[in-house]
């Protein structure tokens, strides 16, 4: 009698778990950038950037919400002379470039009560564009803002099906129109993969 | 709890990872060196020149002193007779009528400065739960030294009645830079080699 009283509840509660949708998430990701533009400007991969994402469901497959990103793009130039009419310079520079991004996310979920949950999505927001370049004790500066469009996929891993967090992997593509006509740079573009962990709320 | 965790995490992230910069050590290898010259002056029609041996102005806001003496001027000035020797002009004392002189001088600058702000929420001064919020004051010391040359035209006064200004060169920083002493005794051969005008 016990036993079957036992086997009842489990059974309930596990059709409860099963019933469940997260229908919030919370992620934090490090964000590894290859730039792909203005490479005579940076041309190392970015290893320090990260993004913070939160998205709330619209559907039981479409999530949408705000990502913050921030990564730093460098270059180290060795010692050269630059001439400019009757003006030359002789020192190595150090550029960089810091980029911050914050968009309006939306992602589908190909599946989301499996432990692998695939998603495709978008993100379109603002960019902001800190060009920096460094020489001894000086320094010369040009901010700039832009659109920031950003497709991106990826997927989540749960090592449980109920648990209330995943690991993240995903991939993306930034378009940002933030130029620097100081440094005469174009638009700027970046690969990027992201690893980290995401908080399922429900 | 786990959003507590990214939410700090991602604070941490932030702050570690939002700005990096170059390390001192790494910007201060080398000395920046940067010349301009006057592309209305032709430095053929120049045959001789002065300039003060063994001394070097000084410009500074924290001693008096106009006058930068010792091994160092000597070899300041020893590296750019050696350099105007080369180029094919005849150094000669300035009582004897010089087409050009050559002033090397440095620039000193310590400055001090203070920022104060007051740690609110809301841009209050005086909060009802906390009571007054008491200034923070950050304290900044910056300090600079840049080597200045400069070649004029002893021939021609401008309407200013001063001295035409043909040629100039900074060097710096003397101050944070690795080795300045070595390192810009060297930079005055690399202000002559970016400023090929120089030259009979």
Known sequence: MKRSIFIIILIGWVNSLQAQYFDKTYSLALDVNVPLSNTDYVNKVSARGFKLGYREMINEKLFGGVDFTNSTYTKHVPRKTYYNGTNALTSDLFNYVYSYGLTLSFDYFFSTEQKLMPYAGLGVGASYMSYQQFFNVYSNKNDSWGVLVRPQGGFLYKLKEDARWAFLAGIHYDYSSAKSKDFELDAFNNLGVQLGVIMLEW | MLRSFIL??????????????????????????????????NFNNFTTYTLTLDTLGLISNTTNDTLQLGGYARDVTAKIKANMDARGYTYVDKSQNPDLGFVAFLVSDFSVYQTISYPSYGGGYYSPYYGYYYPRVNTYASNSTVLILQLVDLNTKTTQNQFRLIWRGFIGDLSSSVDPYQKSVAAIDQAFVQSAIIGK
């Open chain 2, 8 to 41: 700090m995490s991602g604070l941490g992230l932030f702050l570690a990872g939002c700005q990096p910069v170059p390390s001192a050590e790494e910007l201060n290898q080398d000395l920046v060196v940067e010349t301009d010259y006057d592309d209305t002056v």
